[in-house]
């Protein structure tokens, strides 16, 4: 079993920035894939950014060069996190942390086994 804990969402104005953080406990390392992935109201979830374990990221088009993901597990618990700059008004939504220890590690790919609970994010223009 995994526990994933997000932390860091809040409300910014149009090209701010934040930071999520994951914390990841249980069997995170032996994670293949870790990922953040968003849903607005009234829309489908979609995957944001991912990372495997050896360190290969990849984002969804919508927001490279505006996000970057990455992962530290130096400590006892793994953090996974997203810092977020430029923000827009459609990067509100809810954020989840994802992972899995097979699933096939993309943006698209949404058949992760295990997620948190959300942190929400909101962008006001």
């Known amino acids: 079993q995994v526990q994933l804990v997000e932390s860091g969402g809040g409300s910014v104005e149009a090209g701010g920035s934040l930071t999520l953080s994951c914390s990841a406990s249980?069997?995170?390392?032996?994670?293949?894939?870790m990922g953040w992935f968003r849903q607005a109201p009234g829309k489908e979830r979609e995957g944001v950014a991912i990372?495997?374990?050896?360190?290969?990221?990849?984002?969804a088009d919508s927001v490279k060069g505006r996000f970057t993901i990455s992962k530290d597990n130096a400590k006892s618990t793994l953090y996974v996190y997203l810092e977020m700059s430029s923000l827009k008004p459609e990067d509100t939504a809810m954020y989840y942390c994802?992972?899995?220890?097979?699933?096939?590690?993309?943006?698209?790919?949404?058949?992760?086994?295990?997620w948190g609970q959300g942190t929400q994010v909101t962008v006001s223009s």
């Open positions: 994802a992972a899995d220890p097979w699933a096939y590690c993309t943006v698209d790919n949404r058949e992760l086994n295990y």
């Open positions: 249980g069997y995170a390392n032996r994670m293949n894939c």
């Open positions: 990372i495997r374990s050896d360190g290969y990221t990849s984002y």
